[in-house]
């Protein structure tokens, strides 16, 4: 099994920053992405930012400019770095990451969670 632990939510208000941390442990050989999702009241679960092993980071493009994803292989962590945040950043954020329990494995997928966060004056 793999654990998910996110934390560093709470309440900003617009134009201020929160950083967002996930840990991943368990029974993991390698991890093929970490990234961040959010899910609004009355609106679908959508890609906040991810990074791939070797790769680039993806954002969203409501983030990008904005929010920052930095991922510790070593540790399997992923931040999520969120400045200039804005009313509309208000959500549950979830922390993804797709794992290996082998090299032999095929790609198994975990969610955490989910954090709130509140962007309000």
């Known amino acids: 099994q793999v654990r998910l632990v996110e934390s560093g939510g709470g309440l900003v208000q617009p134009g201020g920053s929160l950083r967002l941390s996930c840990a991943a442990s368990?029974?993991?050989?390698?991890?093929?992405?970490m990234g961040w999702y959010r899910q609004a009241p009355g609106k679908q679960r959508e890609l906040v930012a991810r990074v791939f092993s070797g790769g680039n980071p993806n954002y969203a493009d409501s983030v990008k400019g904005r929010f920052t994803i930095s991922r510790d292989n070593a540790k399997n962590t992923a931040d999520l770095q969120m400045n200039s945040l804005k009313p509309e950043d208000t959500a549950v954020y979830y922390c993804?990451?797709?794992?290996?329990?082998?090299?032999?494995?095929?790609?198994?997928?975990?969610w955490g969670q989910g954090i709130q966060v509140t962007v309000s004056s």
């Open positions: 368990g029974d993991i050989f390698s991890i093929d992405v």
């Open positions: 993804n990451t797709v794992v290996r329990r082998g090299s032999w494995s095929a790609p198994i997928s975990y």
